[in-house]
């Protein structure tokens, strides 16, 4: 890159010790109570994604996955919307990912906490759902 880019709301929205991250892609999705949320799907250098929720004020970290071992770069993410799924790409590997994975919530309070906009807690179910 010839020039920096700066963050547009004069600080970056996500910092992390020791990462560096290589790829982004968003995907805006409305929550169930109708608000519109961007998430940030993030790869770095070692072979993690974190999936990040843009609040406006801050920015959450809802999960951080580690897609390739032995670690190696995140190339590529691209997202599939309507199959609710990110591929990630490294150079030698090509994971796919779903979207979200709300099993991995036992309880309504892990699942409300994660503020994950993809699930859902389930009354009737009495667990964590996707939220489509």
Same mark, same amino acid.
């Given at each position: 890159?010839?020039?920096?880019?700066?963050?547009?709301?004069?600080?970056?929205?996500?910092?992390?010790?020791?990462?560096?991250?290589?790829?982004?892609?968003?995907?805006?999705?409305?929550?169930?109570?109708?608000?519109?949320?961007?998430?940030?799907?993030?790869?770095?250098?070692?072979?993690?994604?974190?999936?990040? #929720?843009? /609040?406006?004020?801050?920015?959450? =970290?809802?999960?951080?996955?580690?897609? %390739?071992?032995? &670690? +190696?770069?995140?190339?590529? #993410?691209? /997202?599939?919307?309507?199959?609710? =799924?990110?591929?990630?790409?490294?150079? %030698?590997?090509? &994971? +796919?990912?779903?979207?979200?994975?709300?099993?991995?919530?036992?309880?309504?309070?892990?699942?409300?906490?994660?503020?994950?906009?993809?699930?859902?807690?389930?009354?009737?179910?009495?667990?964590?759902?996707?939220?489509?």
């Amino acid at each position: 890159m010839d020039e920096p880019i700066l963050p547009q709301r004069g600080r970056p929205l996500l910092l992390k010790k020791d990462a560096n991250f290589t790829q982004l892609v968003v995907d805006r999705v409305r929550a169930l109570d109708g608000t519109l949320y961007e998430v940030l799907f993030i790869g770095t250098g070692d072979g993690w994604v974190h999936k990040a #929720l843009d /609040l406006g004020t801050h920015v959450h =970290l809802v999960e951080e996955l580690q897609v %390739f071992e032995p &670690a +190696q770069p995140v190339e590529s #993410l691209v /997202l599939a919307g309507r199959k609710k =799924l990110l591929f990630a790409g490294s150079r %030698f590997q090509v &994971a +796919q990912l779903p979207l979200a994975d709300c099993s991995r919530y036992q309880s309504c309070t892990d699942c409300v906490l994660a503020r994950d906009p993809y699930c859902a807690w389930s009354r009737n179910g009495s667990r964590c759902v996707r939220a489509d």
